[in-house]
């Protein structure tokens, strides 16, 4: 749990009652634990059945329906645990989580493990920390301690890929798989420059990702507005999905637009996937600000063109309407070209400052996703430095008439001071969009949790449950069955995970015990750490991770490496 959270451990929402442990004559037949008269939910999509379901070594190794009790032994173990009232499932899995540090920094890590995730996929974005080199490293720091910190109380042991999943591997609170981040890549061998790699750099950006692919990266990502990721043509990201696609990996991009051409980037980055041959993944798949609003069914009918046609296509979404992500995202890409101390030499220069301006509040700028700034929909979420926490939980046109100033002097004020530290809010959605790609048959779940800031986006506390209790229980958008699919099995596929998203005998016992009654997301926009209710137990690879909906202190998690082939 967050040592700031004051709203403590989740607790039991339904009648558990662990029966302590059984002494059979013979112990070697015992399971170590089964889950008595569970409702499970196995993650096909299929009708649900109530079942015993007996876990040894880490594994499912019986499932005895309850059809079947009558004329079967039912399964013995050391331990059993009645689940009478609770639907039984297979571990979620966030598609899109921003954890690379806080796995490492955060042993409890309540965020992600009291929500019922088993399963992170980080690297996300574009930006994150293998492979690097003791220079890029420094950088990428800066350039993303609004998502994580600059990880002052991480070690930073490891430069490649490989190194950093052995780190992973020493012990987490929760799975994760990595993605090999494209912009840090081209960080290493291009540096911060606007231009086109030459075929020698091209040959080492290649080279970097297909050691990440032999070393376990699960595939590549992209943040096409973050610099300097966002410098690459698609000449080159298409270079480089080869490259992905010949190690079995998929491609997840943060397209070049949420906003004004949004379709037009979705439509580019089908393209581009197929021509590589490289199954993509579309990150965080949203139609927002209000050029989007009630466009989701014209995505939605181009990935269905591209699918009958034969495209491997996936994506993910979080169930909230606003975004999340640092202030200076939202700046053009000419202005961060450099790196972060160039960024803050031409935010110093009042004439430059101006022109930064200009493009953002006039022209679109497309760090903001070609859409002008509205400063009322800008949030301050968190910042770095002490003195700027008045600002949090304010938007930037509510602080600026405070200050009685113009919000892009606010704006400025924030990225000087706060050395492009401030995380941001955008309250830019639309329901209806959210509710139409949620129902999409290729769609799957992913928080984009950012877990630091005094006040971040509620979807890093609340994603999953906020799926079950209030799309799936309260606005019956999605059955239980086909959202426990589109968690679990439909993400484990992209990943391409034999063993995992499913409650089959042989697979891993990442599992979640929840009430379907009474689960629902704590968290709030006023008190975004608040942990859910209704999700009692987690186990991977059969240890509790959540029991009696109390964090323990088991570290079970460790990397989940690509599959061969």
């Not at 889950?35 to 019986?62: C, F, W």
């Not at 042991?157 to 890549?185: C, F, H, K, M």
């Not at 480089?240 to 990996?249: F, S, T």
């Not at 202030?327 to 890409?333: C, E, G, Q, R």
């Amino acid at each position: 749990m967050d040592p700031a959270d004051p709203t403590g451990p989740v607790r039991p929402a339904g009648p558990v009652r662990p029966t302590g442990p059984v002494r059979p004559a013979d112990p070697v037949d015992l399971a170590d634990l089964v889950i008595r008269d569970a409702e499970v939910v196995d993650g096909s999509g299929g009708p649900s059945y109530r079942a015993d379901v007996a876990i040894k070594g880490g594994r499912i190794v019986s499932i005895v329906k309850e059809a079947m009790a009558a004329g079967c032994q039912r399964p013995r173990a050391v331990r059993e645990l009645d689940a009478e009232g609770l639907a039984l499932s297979p571990g979620f899995i966030d598609m899109h989580a921003h954890s690379d540090l806080a796995l490492l920094r955060d042993p409890d890590h309540s965020a992600k493990a009291a929500q019922g995730v088993t399963l992170e996929v980080i690297g996300q974005d574009g930006l994150s920390y293998a492979p690097v080199d003791d220079r890029t490293l420094d950088e990428v720091r800066r350039a993303i301690t609004g998502w994580n910190g600059y990880g002052d109380d991480a070690d930073f042991t490891w430069r490649s890929v490989g190194e950093y999943l052995d780190r992973l591997d020493q012990g987490i609170a929760v799975n994760a798989a990595y993605l090999i981040p494209q912009g840090t890549v081209r960080m290493m061998v291009v540096g911060w420059e606007d231009r086109q790699a030459t075929p020698e750099e091209l040959d080492r950006m290649r080279r970097l990702v297909a050691e990440g692919m032999e070393q376990g990266a699960v595939g590549m990502s992209s943040g096409l507005t973050y610099t300097p990721g966002m410098y690459a043509e698609d000449a080159e990201l298409t270079e480089l999905c080869r490259v992905v696609a010949r190690y079995g990996g998929y491609y997840c991009p943060h397209h070049r637009s949420y906003g004004a051409g949004a379709l037009e980037a979705y439509a580019e980055m089908v393209a581009l996937a197929r021509q590589a041959g490289c199954p993509l993944h579309l990150a965080h798949a949203t139609m927002n600000f209000g050029v989007n609003e009630g466009r989701a069914p014209e995505l939605l009918s181009l990935l269905d063109e591209a699918l009958a046609a034969g495209a491997d296509i996936t994506l993910d979404t979080y169930p909230y309407t606003p975004g999340s992500t640092t202030l200076a995202a939202l700046l053009p890409s000419w202005a961060s070209e450099g790196g972060p101390e160039e960024i803050l030499r031409r935010l110093a220069d009042d004439v430059v400052a101006e022109r930064i301006r200009h493009d953002m509040e006039v022209v679109g700028a497309d760090g903001c996703h070609g859409v002008p700034v509205e400063w009322d929909t800008i949030e301050i979420s968190g910042v770095d430095a002490p003195g700027l926490a008045s600002y949090v939980g304010r938007t930037v046109q509510e602080s600026a008439d405070l200050r009685g100033e113009a919000p892009w002097v606010t704006a400025r004020r924030l990225l000087v001071e706060d050395r492009l530290g401030s995380t941001i809010l955008q309250h830019v959605g639309h329901e209806e969009n959210v509710r139409a790609i949620m129902r999409h048959r290729v769609h799957t779940g992913g928080s984009d949790g950012i877990l630091r800031g005094t006040k971040p986006h509620p979807r890093a506390y609340g994603t999953f449950p906020r799926y079950l209790g209030h799309y799936v229980r309260e606005l019956g958008v999605l059955s239980l069955e086909e959202c426990v699919a589109r968690l679990t099995s439909r993400p484990a596929a992209r990943l391409r995970l034999p063993d995992r998203g499913l409650v089959r005998e042989g697979y891993r016992a990442d599992l979640v015990l929840f009430d379907p009654a009474t689960v629902a997301a704590g968290a709030t926009f006023e008190r975004p750490r608040t942990l859910p209710t209704g999700i009692p137990y987690v186990l991977i690879d059969g240890r509790f991770v959540i029991e009696d909906g109390r964090r323990t202190d088991v570290l079970a998690g460790r990397a989940v490496r690509r599959t061969p082939g």
